[in-house]
């Protein structure tokens, strides 16, 4: 699994684009990247997976670079409501058995109006 | 769409008590896994079934168990409680799909365990 490393905390204003990038220079040739985002005192949210180049759907974006040693995640005109903690993750394949999800420190996001 | 069910949602207990936290998976899940969050902390997985077997085991200490029933709920079984116990214990569950490289866990509200 692809130890990930991340900015502890970001700030904001309403209506930008926040874009935080995850580093995982041991990143494996299966690995996939996976964000949750999880708000105070509520259980993480699934947001976005990908494996290479980029993903998109109704929350997020996800860039990964062809050396897919980093990712990006994009949070399009982000609202007060964006501020969570978001992590970025790589989960383990489901063929070696392994279920678990492995937190490291996540991004604490601040929008501020 | 139906989520994650877990009872109950706050705790209160007494040093050296037990305490047991109930999950409700999605319907049609079929692994359940149990996350512990201290305060201020990142969640640590603890424990995990896939349909009612044990398929991953983390940081559980000795003092909890917990088993998944043949309805696929799953109950988190905590004894001789400590203050270092409080947190929030998230249950999440998910599908596993043939094909897919990795399955997608959807968490639940947390219960709050609190240690007097």
């Known amino acids: 699994l692809a130890k990930t490393t991340q900015p502890i905390s970001m700030d904001s204003y309403e209506g930008q684009e926040v874009n935080i990038t995850c580093s995982h220079n041991n990143i494996a040739t299966n690995d996939y990247i996976t964000w949750y985002q999880q708000f105070p005192s509520q259980g993480p949210r699934f947001i976005i997976q990908g494996y290479k180049t980029k993903v998109t759907n109704e929350v997020a974006s996800l860039f990964i670079p062809a050396d897919r040693k980093s990712s990006t995640l994009s949070l399009p005109r982000v609202s007060l409501s964006d501020t969570a903690v978001y992590y970025c993750l790589s989960p383990p394949e489901l063929d070696t058995g392994r279920r678990a999800l492995t937190f490291g420190s996540g991004t604490r996001l601040q929008v501020q109006p | ?116």
Request: aromatic letters at 12%.
């Open chain 2, 1 to 116: 769409a139906a989520g994650v069910i877990q009872s109950p949602r706050h705790l209160i207990k007494e040093k050296r008590e037990t305490a047991t936290l109930k999950c409700y998976p999605i319907p049609r899940h079929d692994t359940v896994y149990w996350y512990q969050q201290g305060p201020g902390q990142d969640p640590q997985f603890l424990i995990s079934f896939y349909e009612k077997m044990q398929s991953d085991k983390g940081s559980i200490p000795d003092r909890f168990s917990a088993q998944q029933f043949s309805d696929y709920h799953s109950e988190l079984n905590m004894s001789s409680l400590e203050l270092g116990d409080s947190a929030l214990y998230f249950c999440a569950s998910s599908l596993v799909l043939a094909g897919l490289v990795t399955d997608t866990q959807y968490f639940g509200p947390g219960t709050r365990l609190t240690v007097l």
